[in-house]
């Protein structure tokens, strides 16, 4: 299995909703990701997970959070999110230099 | 301050053509560099990439060429070809700390390869 898996494909939600973006890989990935990606603009990364612990956080407002529950799954909970963090979600994992990508999560906040 | 450049927004060939896509960078601290594949709506693909102790990787139709001293990287795809249409992001990497997690990302060359 070589896929990043992520769901749910789309995600339409309110300002006031709390949703959950859910990632999971079975590469035997240590490092796993997750990057917001705005139209036209390359991924910006949120946060980085390595051996299930936090290892970086991009300066993220506190509305993201993320949660490595396992080695093979990454979850990102949404709270109180703004219409500009309307975006594409990518979920990455890693086990040395090369990051694979899920196909994403594309959310909507209205 | 944008570490790693892509500076032509777009590009186009014929098909059987070779394309080449340029990236420069400015941190001397990169030692791994990528290109990944990206159709809209999906998650990038990766395609090649090269360590800083080399100065060319090849796989297929596909060659990346590191030029250190001047921080540039290229990605040739001979022939190209329609499927090849998509948009080409070059990303590099350092190797220490948690520099060896994040992967700094060019802003794009989209890839226009006509019949």
């Known amino acids: 299995d070589t896929e990043v898996t992520q769901t749910p494909k789309h995600l339409v939600m309110g300002m006031t909703n709390k949703k959950s973006l859910k990632c999971e890989q079975h590469?035997?990935?240590?490092?796993m990701y997750w990057y917001k990606q705005k139209a036209k603009k390359p991924p910006e990364l949120m946060f980085v997970y390595s051996y299930e612990k936090l290892s970086i956080n991009e300066s993220v407002p506190s509305r993201f959070s993320p949660e490595c529950p396992n080695s093979s799954l990454l979850n990102l909970h949404l709270h109180a999110l703004q219409p500009e963090d309307s975006a594409l979600y990518l979920c990455a994992s890693s086990g040395a230099n090369v990051l694979t990508f899920g196909a994403g999560s594309r959310l909507t906040v209205l | 301050d944008q570490q790693v450049k892509q500076n032509s927004p777009s590009l186009s060939v014929q098909e059987g053509r070779i394309s080449i896509l340029n990236c420069d960078y400015t941190?001397?601290?990169?030692?791994?560099f990528l290109w990944y594949k990206k159709y809209p709506a999906e998650g990038p693909t990766f395609l090649i990439s090269?360590?800083?102790?080399?100065d060319k990787n090849e796989d297929g139709r596909f060659t990346v060429f590191l030029n250190k001293s001047a921080k540039h990287l290229s990605l040739h795809i001979v022939p190209s070809q329609p499927g090849d249409s998509a948009v080409y992001f070059c990303a590099a990497k350092g190797n220490s700390g948690g520099s060896n997690y994040k992967l700094t990302f060019g802003k794009g060359t989209l890839l226009t390869v006509n019949p």
């Open positions: 590469m035997g990935h240590r490092a």
């Open positions: 941190n001397s601290m990169f030692d791994y």
């Open positions: 090269i360590s800083s102790i080399k």
